[in-house]
């Protein structure tokens, strides 16, 4: 191991010895990488971050795929390290809300492969004896949680990488500056020289900002306060002999933990007010006390948790000889949604972020980024983690502190999956937000976006439809089942399906590429074939290298030498990034964004055609303006980008218009649709109600890294001659006999062992009907990806992908959800949609 | 056998002092802050005493109003009560401090306090100026001790004996009480405050006195950093070769 004097030149500097770091080095290494340099301001093995003053507590599940298969693999490299124990750990309910939401953990637990149990509070007792079992309604018992010590991990990582390749390992070095020429990176300056490179990893946990700012680039994360105390000695404890005997709990419901520490016991908490700090105010190593990254403990914000933790704990703690030995207030890293921020920075090419990452994840985030950076994919789908899916109004630090502020007491909240964020709200508006204000708009965020979910507007649909007989529009009778959710939307899809319906689409990013080399540009960046009529519409996977999903979008021919990309908003700004990052260097095509130019106004319905003939003197009939082209027409005084499309699966168009004429464009179709009954409809038709009745696939729901165009059953059936990126493993996949198949499945019968109705989320897993997981032949495990009603076809719809052998329509299989079982059937496997199977309406 | 004891509050250890940007102090962003450990060892010796004799434990400090977190631990330990004479921000000189101290000692006998000992640290951690006990003892015209390391009461007699250490041997005084007594670190182990001694210190009342304070005659003119000696690492040997020169240096070290 090379320790002493830093190389000229080298292929990667990755800045930052803590866990993330080390792992990463050490998969570079092994992925080939050679000349790779690690270095930290601090002095090894513990420079003085948040890795070591860590917890060091591992519990497998999660309700994030994502996360949870990055501990997964965490936890085997921790173990094949030999730094892992195994104590097991419970979660534990205090209240009846919480017990739900570990009937939840459990659905999760079984979707994800992890062996976990539902235990009495007479069970929690057993396992651990000093618990007050009084106050325990339910246990979460997962045998596989554990505590590993991510230090020597480190110092094992680094002695690894050693072996195998060129490293150079460099302590008390601190970054002071890195240069880029035409945006990218060209050379780290160090306090022992200077280093050109072309790659350099950020991996500074709190310190990340400010070491990304120094190349231009943002890494959105605040450092924010969270506290831990040790008390001890506990003789029943020290009577182990060990470092930890006994589970850990997780005392949910007030946001903290116990655990055993040798003699002692640990006692962190998530439940204390938000304390955050700037990165620039953490203390030098040099000033600090204990160590930068351990601030001061403020003791009054601790205080009511103590009085938790005596409650909980009190037969072993409520001593007087029993101390508190060791306070601190750690600081963790926060992003604005509280993942992980992974991968190259959409700024500056060659600098990669490896920041706000959990121990628990650290090894297995350093083992996919290596993939990443060596590959262009990871084994595990990294979308909701990637650094790149932060807009441009997410990175301020206003947002960023805001979120920070919010997010921090959800760490062992109970978090809603359609649970909106109260703070650093209505930063982006539609031109139509006005008139939807005063419609009464439910607006669920999106990017910074305001959309309306719903409309009370159209509460009066409710009776009409519930006359006319749809059972949809009934309120669903469990209150977790119906948070952030209303049966207007249901009546808004009826209306939409019988009438017209208008759509606030706004949040879309569209951006423009032009230029003479734009077709090759084109084809290189999407699977179906670019190289269409001037019109054409083309909707089409993009695909990482491996031939995994990366997004799936809209692109227009808008000339020979122009396309305009059209994504949805939750994924705009990754996909900016990767349609960016691949321009040819020679110039020959460009990316304008024009988000925040255009707006758009979805018209879908029988009656579609009827109110936009009503306001454009463009022929738009159906011989003239065929499905899937665009075209431009006048709208009064507003020129308008008309796509005929549908993501509802009614006649339709997209209109995309000038921002500043947004509003005019509202009025006049809701002028011109008011005779044919036209509805303001919410993204919960266009998302969720609408698109699954038509098996539409969702990036980052049905579609992810992890699947295919030949999965989602979305790829052409001629693949093109023009190369692509990921082709080749797309090929390959189309070679394969099939493995799995996205399908259609509906719930036979919502009634849970109470008679209460019951409508699962979405994230339960589903099997067989002797209640077996069931997993594909790649080890994929099928799991509810996206879920909601089917207003017109009456039933309540689950999207998930299934082996072939279970992927046969008129299959009889189970749904988990909450603790309870109920049998669904496979209405479709592929493509093919529930409703209007032909697509007869959408091209009508 | 009422007891007193006088802290301080000062930044606890660990990191090198940042100075503020005109030297004239410390920068104490991102500190802790603690008494020192003199201090700590005569509130435990104070609770131990109050606890065997029966009595009041009182701590009082002179400080900035932020000093109430030094009284609260003190109360977490096992004290009785604090009081905080409010000096403000600025730091008081030995005098100054002495006189606000002794000023409050005498409200609080005023308002019927008896206090058979009263307990100082033998210096602050941090100016070190080891007079502001003494100082404080002399305005009350109590006898007082110096670098004490055992203290054994006889309230039948209403006497105390101090032990010292000195090169030579032990000194053992004694004294009537009513007296003082400044304590050295060794005089015991100071416990760490429980659970629900913290709980009880949250919740206890602190006296706040409002002083009158001279200024002292003392002035601190600046604060500089002593030239870094500055380390070197030297590199024995890897893995068992490295066994002979630690061998050798252990040797020179008089180690072995």
Not at chain 1, 140 to 151: E, G, M
Not at chain 1, 702 to 731: H, M, Q
Not at chain 2, 43 to 66: C, H, K, Q, S, W
Not at chain 2, 201 to 223: D, S
Request: proline residues 6%; hydrophobic residues 40%.
């Amino acid at each position: 191991m090379n320790t002493k004097t830093l190389p000229e030149r080298a292929d990667v500097v990755v800045v930052g010895a803590g866990i993330v770091g080390n792992s990463l080095v050490y998969h570079l290494a092994d992925q080939g990488w050679d000349n790779i340099v690690l270095i930290d301001k601090g002095p090894l093995p513990d420079p003085g971050g948040s890795t070591g003053h860590a917890s060091n507590f591992i519990f497998p599940v999660d309700h994030s795929k994502e996360i949870t298969d990055l501990t997964l693999d965490s936890m085997h490299q921790y173990a094949k390290l030999g730094v892992l124990t195994t104590s097991g750990g419970i979660e534990i309910a205090r209240t009846e809300e919480r017990e739900e939401e570990l009937r939840r953990r459990m659905a999760s637990a079984t979707s994800w492969g992890i062996d976990a149990e539902l235990v009495s509070a007479a069970r929690v007792a057993e396992l651990v004896p000093f618990v007050n079992r009084d106050i325990i309604r339910l246990g979460f018992w997962t045998p596989s949680a554990a505590v590993v010590d991510p230090l020597q991990a480190g110092a094992l990582m680094r002695e690894q990488a050693s072996d195998i390749g060129n490293v150079t390992i460099s302590a008390q070095t601190e970054v002071l500056d890195i240069e880029t020429e035409r945006g990218e990176v060209t050379k780290v300056r160090t306090s022992a020289g200077d280093i050109e490179t072309s790659t350099v990893v950020v991996a500074c946990g709190v310190w990340s900002p400010r070491i990304a700012r120094m190349a231009g680039a943002t890494i959105p994360l605040t450092p924010l306060v969270h506290q831990m105390i040790d008390a001890g000695p506990i003789p029943e404890l020290a009577a182990t002999g060990v470092e930890i005997a006994y589970p850990i709990i997780r005392d949910m419901d007030t946001l903290m933990y116990e655990r055993q520490n040798g003699p002692d016991l640990e006692i962190g908490s998530y439940a204390h007010r938000p304390i955050l700090h700037d990165p620039d105010d953490i203390p030098s190593l040099a000033a600090a006390q204990l160590s930068p990254t351990q601030l001061p403990f403020t003791a009054p914000d601790f205080d009511p948790q103590m009085e938790d933790a005596l409650q909980l704990f009190g037969s072993i703690l409520d001593r007087e000889d029993v101390g508190v030995r060791h306070a601190i207030n750690g600081l963790l890293s926060f992003t604005p949604d509280g993942g992980p921020a992974l991968g190259e920075t959409p700024e500056v090419r060659g600098l990669w972020s490896a920041a706000a990452v959990w121990i628990k994840e650290g090894p297995g985030v350093g083992r996919m980024l290596a993939e990443w950076m060596t590959h262009g994919a990871a084994e595990i789908d990294l979308h909701a983690a990637d650094i790149a899916r932060f807009y441009p109004n997410q990175r301020t630090p206003a947002h960023i502190r805001a979120r920070a502020n919010e997010g921090f007491n959800k760490i062992y909240g109970i978090v809603h999956p359609r649970e909106q964020w109260e703070s650093a709200r209505g930063a982006r508006r539609s031109p139509f937000y006005a008139r939807e204000q005063a419609l009464g708009a439910e607006f669920f965020e999106v990017g910074g976006w305001e959309r309306p979910h719903w409309y009370e507007s159209n509460r009066h649909l409710l009776e009409e439809m519930a006359e006319a007989g749809h059972q949809s529009v009934q309120d669903r009778p469990h209150e977790w089942d119906q948070r952030w959710w209303s049966p207007i939307i249901n009546a808004e899809h009826l209306a939409m399906r019988e009438r017209v319906a208008m759509i606030d689409l706004s949040a879309f990013a569209h951006f423009d590429v032009a230029g003479p080399g734009v077709v090759d540009y084109m084809q290189k960046m999407i699977v179906a074939q670019a190289d269409r009529p001037v019109g054409r519409l083309i909707y089409t996977p993009v695909l990482a290298p491996n031939g995994g999903f990366r997004s799936d979008l809209t692109v227009i021919r808008l000339d020979d030498d122009r396309y305009r990309v059209i994504t949805g908003g939750s994924d705009g700004a990754r996909d900016r990034a990767w349609f960016s990052r691949n321009l040819p260097s020679d110039g020959s095509a460009t990316l304008t964004d024009l988000t925040s130019a255009v707006c758009t106004l979805g018209l879908w319905g029988p009656r579609a055609r009827d109110v936009l003939s009503a306001v454009t003197d463009d022929d738009v009939s159906g011989e003239s303006f065929k499905f899937a082209t665009a075209r431009h027409i006048t709208i009064g005084t507003i020129p308008v980008l008309a796509l005929r499309v549908s993501y509802v699966g009614d006649l339709g168009w997209e209109l995309h218009a000038p921002f500043e004429q947004g509003l005019a464009l509202w009025d006049i179709i809701a002028e011109a649709g008011a005779p044919y009954g036209i509805v303001p409809a919410g993204i919960g038709v266009y998302g969720t109600t609408g698109r699954m009745e038509k098996g539409y696939r969702l990036m980052g729901a049905e579609l992810t890294s992890e699947y295919t165009p030949v999965d989602a059953d979305l790829g052409p059936r001629k693949i093109k001659d023009a190369d692509f990126i990921g082709k080749e493993g797309y090929l390959r996949a189309r070679e394969h006999e099939r493995i799995a198949v996205m399908c259609t499945l509906t719930v036979d019968d919502h009634r849970d062992s109470l008679g209460t109705r019951r409508f699962p989320q979405g994230g339960e897993p589903i099997l067989t009907p002797h209640g077996e997981r069931i997993v594909d032949r790649l080890g994929r495990p099928s799991y509810v990806t996206s879920a909601g009603s089917g207003p017109s076809v009456g039933a309540y719809l689950l999207m998930a992908y299934l082996p072939v052998e279970h992927a046969v329509e008129g299959n009889r299989l189970l749904v988990q959800y909450m603790g309870e079982r109920y049998p669904v059937t496979v209405a479709r496997a592929g493509r093919t949609p529930l409703f209007d199977p032909d697509d007869t309406r959408m091209k009508a | 056998m009422n007891i007193l004891v006088c802290v301080k509050r000062v930044r606890a250890s660990g990191g090198t002092p940042q100075l503020s940007a005109d030297g004239g102090g410390v920068d104490t962003r991102n500190l802790a802050f603690t008494v020192g450990p003199h201090e700590e060892c005569a509130v435990e010796e104070a609770i131990r005493i109050a606890g065997d004799a029966g009595g009041r434990v009182t701590v009082l400090t002179a400080g900035p109003p932020e000093a109430d977190e030094q009284l609260r631990y003190a109360i977490s330990m096992g004290a009785d009560h604090g009081v905080l004479v409010d000096t403000g921000d600025t730091e008081l000189d030995p005098q100054a401090t002495a006189a606000a101290l002794a000023d409050a000692i005498r409200t609080l006998e005023a308002d019927g306090a008896t206090f058979d000992l009263i307990m100082f640290g033998n210096e602050s951690p941090d100016a070190g100026h080891y007079q502001v006990g003494i100082r404080v003892a002399c305005a009350l015209s109590r006898a007082m001790v110096g670098g004490v390391k055992g203290i054994d009461i006889d309230q039948a007699d209403g006497r105390a004996r101090f032990r010292r250490e000195v090169p030579a041997g032990v000194e053992v005084y004694e004294a009537a009480l009513p007296a003082a007594v400044g304590v050295k670190e060794g005089l015991n182990l100071p416990r760490y405050p429980s659970m629900r001694g913290r709980l009880r210190a949250r919740k206890a009342e602190v006296r706040g006195i409002q002083p009158e304070v001279a200024p002292g005659t003392l002035r601190r003119i600046r604060l500089r950093h002593p030239e870094e000696a500055g380390t070197q690492t030297v590199v024995l040997g890897h893995g068992a070769d490295a066994a002979p020169a630690v061998v050798d240096l252990l040797e020179e070290l008089e180690v072995v």
